[in-house]
């Protein structure tokens, strides 16, 4: 069993930035990949960012493309979200999810590809 425990979310104001961690319990995070989804109020919950095992392959929405950065750590065990210039519509729970299948990435936008998902972290952003 693997939990994932999300931190760092917060109320922000629009234009500042944010750091979200994702650590995964266990001895096999390296092996996967792992994402970042987010869910708005009202709104179906929409990936984000997503990291291979080994970190050279990301993918973004185009909604949060050139504002936020999805880096790794796999001695910490941990993904993160770096989110600048945040947005009212940035308003969500952020969740990370661990790929269900060693080293696949793609597609990356599908939630039944990831079998494990943190609690979220809330991220909301005031105008």
């Known amino acids: 069993q693997v939990q994932l425990v999300e931190s760092g979310g917060g109320l922000v104001q629009a234009g500042d930035s944010l750091r979200l961690s994702c650590t995964a319990s266990?001895?096999?995070?390296?092996?996967?990949?792992m994402a970042w989804f987010r869910q708005a109020p009202g709104k179906e919950r929409e990936a984000v960012a997503a990291?291979?095992?080994?970190?050279?392959?990301?993918h973004y929405a185009g909604s949060i493309e050139g504002r936020c950065t999805i880096s790794r750590d796999n001695a910490k065990n941990t993904v993160y979200l770096q989110m600048n210039n945040l947005k009212p519509e940035d308003t969500a729970v952020y969740y990370c999810?661990?790929?269900?299948?060693?080293?696949?990435?793609?597609?990356?936008?599908?939630?039944?590809?990831?079998?494990?998902w943190g609690q979220g972290t809330q991220v909301t952003v005031s105008s």
């Open positions: 266990g001895r096999t995070f390296s092996l996967y990949a």
């Open positions: 990291i291979g095992s080994d970190s050279f392959n990301v």
């Open positions: 999810a661990r790929r269900a299948l060693p080293g696949a990435l793609v597609p990356w936008r599908s939630e039944n590809a990831y079998d494990y």
